[in-house]
């Protein structure tokens, strides 16, 4: 059996490889999304694949809407072409269920799939008429935060926006300006009302997309491309709003053992691909059971009913509060702690090192010692029912293939929400910092990990980070098993409000990181050594 439309028809086949299949009329779904379409998606990639296009399909398997969603893609076209193009839209999405089990389902909710790129002259084409269509109730993305970003680290533009930006809505060739030329032929015909909703994993990610699309339209207002009333338009969120989301659903790149289990089930052809942009794609996705998608209800032309689908609709007080309690407290800040010390101890499954009992005690205490008191609770998610999860369940799946030295890329762009925060709080409370351990013993095995030589005393490679080279050259000279060489060369560091929110050696966290710091540095294993001595039951 291969994914494909012609082979569904062999129901009975699929079902005893234990494939759930779609329950309703794929054919009727896409004639009447073609006709009417209701949702637009940017960034076909995994996590739309096994999360969002799967909340579509609910709603079309219970008949609670009759349209697919139109899957666009502004970055990787070998993605829309080798995977969506290949096996007729469609997806095998593999739930990994933490008790090693998997689910496997046929998504079939996307309705066609295309190139969004002005070049692509009959995909752009669908496009634009999806834009002017009255039923177009959302457009929604997945791209990561860098695709909304408009300029470089010194500031200035990045040269594709630079040049879209002088060139205007019919040359645009960068995601934002794609999306704000498509936003400007809806308003030419008709100034249609729209949601256009983030739902990529940043904080205030609705107010991220928003400010790039009108730092654009107001460039090409400048420029002359577009009239001030398409301004005015845009910032009207009675007519087009941008809510806010927070999402969360691992979604790793497809898996050898998944594949190895899809085959044995008599699955053919689903052997991952690398697309030219270096992104693994598959017929299949492989993603962990959990999944939380929180939206602000702020949608002027109607919306499906997702929250039939499992979606929280709230405001966008509620939405932030959420956000805030995962990244800051329930998960994030978890997920980075492993990170760095997997690396230094010579993990490479982050699975792997929920069997070791001190790295074990180290997030629990980080979470439910020193986070949970000062937690922004939502209302809607109990905070410790959500790290209870990640704790027992989500970090220790058994199927799930992450890595610590995938999470710890770009860590100094992420320690100042995931551990800075909870250092705020304690200070606004007046609370004693004597009760954080695990987050300054966090904070120190993420600077003895910039070293880049492992617990073992090897030559350790590091992760991707934008300050990377900095501050490696802040740490020069310092050596293992000479803690003398140390100095005061942390302080710049934990002094530096852009990376940690505050100064750190201002309280008696500096010190304390500091600490910690010197004793790991003392030799071979006293990363292990320092852990063990330090996180006392």
């Known amino acids: 059996?291969?994914?494909?439309?012609?082979?569904?028809?062999?129901?009975?086949?699929?079902?005893?490889?234990?494939?759930?299949?779609?329950?309703?009329?794929?054919?009727?779904?896409?004639?009447?999304?073609?006709?009417?379409?209701?949702?637009?998606?940017?960034?076909?990639?995994?996590?739309?694949?096994?999360?969002?296009?799967?909340?579509?399909?609910?709603?079309?398997?219970?008949?609670?809407?009759?349209?697919?969603?139109?899957a666009a893609d502004t970055f990787d076209v070998d993605n829309i072409r080798m995977i969506y193009g290949g096996y007729d839209n469609l997806t095998l999405s593999v739930t990994l269920n933490a008790d090693a089990t998997i689910d496997k389902e046929i998504v079939a909710s996307v309705s066609e799939a295309v190139v969004a790129q002005p070049g692509?002259?009959?995909?752009?084409?669908?496009?634009?008429?999806?834009?002017?269509?009255?039923?177009?109730?959302m457009i929604s993305f997945t791209i990561t935060e860098k695709g909304y970003a408009l300029?470089?680290?010194?500031?200035?533009?990045?040269?594709?926006?630079?040049?879209?930006?002088?060139?205007?809505?019919?040359?645009?060739?960068?995601?934002?300006?794609?999306?704000?030329?498509?936003?400007?032929?809806?308003?030419?015909?008709?100034?249609?009302?729209?949601?256009?909703?983030?739902?990529?994993?940043?904080?205030?990610?609705?107010?991220?997309?928003?400010?790039?699309?009108?730092?654009?339209?107001?460039?090409?207002?400048?420029?002359?491309?577009?009239?001030?009333?398409?301004?005015?338009?845009?910032?009207?969120?009675?007519?087009?709003?941008?809510?806010w989301s927070m999402i969360d659903k691992?979604?790793?790149?497809?898996?050898?053992?998944?594949?190895?289990?899809?085959?044995?089930?008599?699955?053919?052809?689903?052997?991952?691909?690398?697309?030219?942009?270096?992104?693994?794609?598959?017929?299949?996705?492989n993603a962990e059971k959990a999944q939380y998608l929180v939206v602000e209800d702020k949608f002027p032309n109607g919306r499906p009913p997702l929250e039939k689908a499992g979606v929280y609709f709230t405001d966008r007080e509620t939405?932030?509060?959420?956000e805030r309690m995962k990244v800051t407290t329930c998960l994030n800040p978890l997920h980075t702690a492993l990170a760095v010390y997997g690396c230094l101890l010579g993990y490479t499954l982050i699975r792997e090192e929920m069997k070791d009992e001190d790295l074990v005690k180290l997030i629990r205490r980080l979470g439910y010692q020193e986070g949970l008191p000062v937690v922004t609770d939502p209302g809607i998610l109990s905070p410790k029912a959500f790290i209870d999860?990640?704790?027992?369940?989500?970090?220790?799946n058994p199927f799930m293939p992450d890595a610590p030295q995938r999470i710890a890329t770009d860590t100094s762009q992420k320690v100042g929400?995931?551990?800075?925060?909870?250092?705020?709080?304690?200070?606004?409370?007046?609370?004693?910092?004597?009760?954080?351990?695990?987050?300054?013993?966090?904070?120190?095995?993420?600077?003895?990990?910039?070293?880049?030589?492992?617990?073992?005393?090897?030559?350790?490679?590091l992760s991707g980070d934008p300050l990377l080279e900095e501050l490696r050259a802040m740490?020069?000279?310092?050596e293992l098993g000479k803690p003398e060489t140390c100095g005061d060369k942390l302080k710049p560091i934990l002094s530096n409000p852009m990376i940690f929110g505050s100064d750190l050696t201002r309280c008696e966290l500096g010190e304390r990181i500091t600490g910690y710091f010197l004793e790991e540095i003392q030799g071979p294993g006293a990363v292990r050594e320092t852990l063990k001595k330090t996180l006392t039951d």
């Open 1 to 70: 059996m291969r994914v494909s439309l012609e082979n569904l028809k062999d129901r009975a086949g699929w079902e005893k490889a234990g494939v759930r299949l779609p329950a309703f009329d794929i054919s009727a779904m896409k004639q009447k999304t073609e006709e009417a379409p209701m949702w637009v998606h940017f960034g076909a990639g995994n996590i739309f694949r096994a999360f969002i296009a799967v909340l579509q399909q609910r709603l079309l398997d219970a008949g609670l809407s009759d349209r697919g969603i139109i």
């Open 250 to 285: 691992i979604t790793p790149r497809p898996a050898p053992e998944v594949q190895r289990m899809l085959e044995e089930a008599g699955i053919e052809a689903v052997a991952p691909l690398e697309t030219s942009r270096g992104t693994f794609v598959a017929p299949f996705v």
């Open 319 to 322: 939405v932030n509060k959420t």
């Open 120 to 137: 692509e002259q009959a995909d752009y084409a669908r496009l634009l008429r999806a834009f002017a269509a009255p039923s177009l109730q």
């Open 389 to 396: 999860e990640v704790v027992e369940e989500r970090l220790p």
């Open 417 to 461: 929400i995931r551990f800075g925060e909870t250092i705020k709080s304690y200070l606004a409370e007046n609370r004693s910092m004597d009760q954080l351990v695990a987050l300054p013993l966090a904070i120190a095995g993420w600077l003895r990990y910039l070293l880049g030589v492992d617990d073992a005393g090897n030559a350790m490679p």
């Open 151 to 243: 300029r470089q680290i010194d500031g200035n533009y990045q040269k594709v926006v630079e040049e879209d930006l002088k060139n205007g809505p019919e040359k645009a060739r960068h995601a934002m300006t794609i999306v704000t030329a498509l936003l400007y032929h809806r308003y030419q015909n008709g100034k249609l009302p729209l949601a256009v909703v983030s739902m990529d994993n940043c904080s205030h990610n609705g107010e991220k997309l928003q400010s790039s699309i009108l730092e654009v339209a107001k460039a090409w207002q400048v420029n002359g491309f577009v009239p001030k009333d398409f301004v005015k338009w845009l910032s009207d969120e009675s007519q087009v709003s941008f809510p």
């Open 475 to 478: 740490l020069s000279g310092i």
